[in-house]
């Protein structure tokens, strides 16, 4: 996809080696964008390179860890080099063998990279690639329905998809006048690698209280996104978006 003045539209997308934020930037580049695939896992994020520039997308793989400043620093060096940043699909958090411990049993260490991670990383990476933003533009903050709903025995991470949301509409407020929206959504328990160690109990409440009960994938997902990254979203921003099958409604 070009902008207006007929070059290149970049989408940066964190934790895009597997599963959802695979899905996000196999979709981005289909769309047309090119595809920056920020990944802490070089091999996985140099596979998501290479499907889609297999599928005839464009992207390139970055290696990022978004829990630390210098290294997101780093990629925002990389871009500036390039040209513009159009958009930033903030997906990278901690998932996987996070929860489990009551809020008490929970250690400091624990909450402290979980909130590094998947609280302080979307903040951190933004930050440095406003500065390549000129507007029109577009950030799509991953975040949880767990936040919404309130699961037991998940306060860190609960808390840190909740900061994201008001994360969001904090940025919503502040880069509206620059012509760059600032979106979340919240997916729902989604099938794919992250969840594997998610216990049956807590997939068995997903599928006894969804509207639609079938199991959530990927690309139950990447439509919304899609949308949010496009031109028909420009109006729109500060919202906060479930995909869950109707799990949670507001």
Known sequence: MTDPAGGRRTVVVTGAGRGLGEAMARRAAADGFHVVVAELNEEWGARTAAAVLEA???????????AEPASVAALAGRLAAD????????????????????????????????????ARGPWLVAKHLLPLMTGPGRIVNIASDAALYGSPRLAHYIASKGAVVA????????????????????????????????????????????????????????GLVSFLLGDESGYLTGQVVAVNGGFTMH
């Open 56 to 66: 005839g997308g464009t992207a390139e793989s970055v290696a990022l860890d978004v």
């Open 83 to 118: 040209g513009p940043v159009y958009g930033l699909v903030n997906n990278a958090a901690l998932a996987n063998g996070v929860g489990g411990r009551d809020f008490q049993d929970i250690d400091v260490e624990a909450w402290d990279r979980l909130m590094a991670v998947n």
């Open 167 to 222: 994360l969001t509409r904090a940025m919503a407020r502040e880069l509206g006048g620059r012509d760059i929206t600032v979106n979340a959504v919240a997916p729902g328990l989604t099938e794919v690698e992250a969840t594997e160690t998610v216990p049956a109990e807590r997939h068995a409440l997903y599928a006894a209280n969804r509207a639609i009960p079938r199991p959530q994938r990927p690309d139950d997902l990447v």
